[in-house]
């Protein structure tokens, strides 16, 4: 079964900066996706990006960016120029390719953004 | 269009009601999942539907928990008997084919 680990319970950072974020995962497939996605307040669950393990070329959307190193199965996001609007929950999630596989989530990063 | 909804938003049951949760998934998707989260967890997934069809309930507890996706209407989890336990956030998603989630509000369930 696959798992996904996200080591940072909780990080900071200052309006303006940049942070990143850590996930590693487990699995024994050559093909799936890696998500992140962002839980505010408001406990919606909003994506924020999306990876495909075929894809070399690192996704990104806007201020987000992911670094995906597939033989370490490492799947970081970065995010720069940070806003206030950017804290919340972080989760990292692994899905298998093939099918309407369910999501494995990783147990979130909590992002705080100082002013 | 309206997105994932989910009712209600927040539920109250005294341990040994039951607890009914709707979700409408958006239009066009035809496939559903339940998901928990319990506080400070990540969400662990429950069950996958399709239209009267349960497709993956390896995630569901054996006991107590349902689902169901009838061919009119939301899809509905319930949960016979509740137990302080149960009390989280659940939330549904729903897909067409492809990897693309949309996820509702989530209903918070508190047992007291």
């Known amino acids: 079964a696959q798992t996904v680990t996200q080591s940072q319970p909780e990080m900071s950072v200052q309006e303006a900066e940049t942070v990143t974020l850590s996930c590693t995962y487990d699995?024994?497939?050559?093909?799936?996706?890696l998500f992140w996605y962002k839980q505010p307040p408001s406990r919606q669950m909003i994506l924020v990006i999306r990876q495909e393990a075929y894809k070399q070329q690192n996704a990104t959307e806007n201020r987000f960016s992911v670094n995906f190193q597939k033989a370490a199965k490492s799947f970081s996001l970065k995010i720069s120029d940070s806003q206030l609007g950017d804290a919340a929950m972080y989760f990292c999630?692994?899905?298998?390719?093939?099918?309407?596989?369910?999501?494995?989530f990783g147990k979130g990063t909590r992002l705080s953004v100082i002013a | 269009n309206a997105g994932v909804m989910q009712n209600p938003r927040h539920l109250v049951r005294r341990r040994g009601q039951e607890a009914r949760l709707r979700c409408s998934p958006m239009k066009g998707h035809s496939h559903v999942y339940w998901y928990r989260q319990l506080p400070e967890e990540g969400l662990k997934f429950m069950v996958y539907l399709q239209k009267e069809n349960i497709i993956d309930e390896s995630g569901m507890p054996k006991e107590r928990f349902s689902a169901e996706f009838p061919k009119e209407g939301p899809s509905i989890l319930r949960i016979q008997q509740v137990v302080r336990g149960d009390s989280a956030a659940y939330f549904c998603a729903s897909s067409p084919m492809g990897p693309g989630y949309t996820f509702g509000s989530g209903t918070r369930l508190t047992v007291v």
């Open positions: 999630a692994y899905r298998s390719e093939g099918g309407n596989t369910p999501l494995v």
């Open positions: 699995t024994s497939e050559s093909d799936y996706y």
